[in-house]
């Protein structure tokens, strides 16, 4: 079984984060491993609070894991200060570590700042160059490059203009287009575009958490990058469509949708 890492933030209610990155690597067939960025007390109707950790007990679970367990893949999400990216940054290098998808999670769905807003491009300097796939959204692409996307177009030159940042493959998601949901994947010579279909639904927490973490599974069971990102959007289009109402708000992906429970 090959391990995969997470490096994001909890969400106490299960459906995004550290504990849909963990459901994720387990429905997927790989051993899950965990270092928790921040804590957020958040519902399906929002985050309500945040408390980061301290930069040292982020570079201990980094480093002891690597003092013992062989990383086949590293998924990082939510890293909401300068002080935590360059931390991170630190140990990545410090190992050099190649096989890291990035998810630059930003904003929630509620409109809590995830990742504040000076450390934007502490983000860009420190972890673009050293991952190996990122997968902004639409939202995302936007505040990375200053300048709206709305449409295919605009997202192959972002693609393109986010390769120059130094990452590996970009993968620019359309679930935030207003027809369809096309991602594109730009590897710094050709496209691919990846059709998806617009689901009925408003429970799709954690859907950009699920699929860079699927990204990272299939990653780390030596799929070629784009094959990776290919499966893992199969795998997200079926979370979703088997996605379930949970509290009063925006509900989860269902990551085990191809098991059947009793």
């Known amino acids: 079984m090959k391990n995969v890492l997470t490096i994001a933030g909890s969400d106490s209610c299960g459906g995004a984060g550290i504990q849909a990155d963990l459901k994720t690597f387990s429905a997927l067939g790989t051993y899950g491993m965990s270092v928790i ?6 519902n ?3 985050v309500f609070n945040v408390r980061e ?11 002891c894991l690597f003092d013992d367990i062989e990383i086949h893949a590293i998924k ?55 991952a190996l796939v990122v997968t902004p959204n639409l939202p995302e692409a936007e505040v990375i490059l200053e300048r709206k996307i709305e449409n295919i ?25 207003a027809d369809g949901a096309t991602d594109v994947f730009y590897d710094g010579q050709d496209f691919t575009f990846l059709e998806g279909k617009k689901i009925n ?12 973490s699927a990204i990272a599974a299939y990653i780390a069971q030596d799929y070629p990058v784009v094959e990776a990102v290919k499966a893992a959007k199969k795998y997200i289009q079926g979370a979703i469509e088997n996605s379930f109402p949970l509290g009063h708000g925006v509900g989860p992906t269902n990551h085990f949708f191809n098991f059947k429970f009793k």
């Not at 950790?53 to 480093?63: L, Y």
């Not at 190649?98 to 929630?108: A, E, G, N, Q």
């Not at 639904?201 to 860079?212: I, Q």
Request: proline share 4%; glycine share 8%.
């Open 53 to 63: 950790m301290d930069s040292e007990i982020i570079r201990d679970q980094i480093n």
């Open 153 to 177: 177009d605009d997202m192959k030159e972002a693609a393109i203009q986010i390769h120059k940042l130094g990452p590996q493959n970009v993968v620019v998601k359309g679930g935030h287009l």
């Open 37 to 42: 960025t921040a804590i957020t007390a958040q």
């Open 76 to 130: 990082i999400g939510m890293v909401s200060s300068i002080e935590i990216i360059e931390t991170i940054g630190s140990c990545l290098r410090k190992h050099a570590y190649k096989k890291i998808v990035l998810d630059p999670v930003m904003v929630s769905k509620s409109g809590c700042n995830l990742l504040q807003p000076e450390a934007k491009n502490k983000l860009i300097e420190v972890l673009f160059p050293l």
């Open 44 to 46: 399906t109707m929002g």
């Open 201 to 212: 639904t408003k429970n799709t927490h954690g859907t950009g958490c699920t699929f860079s």
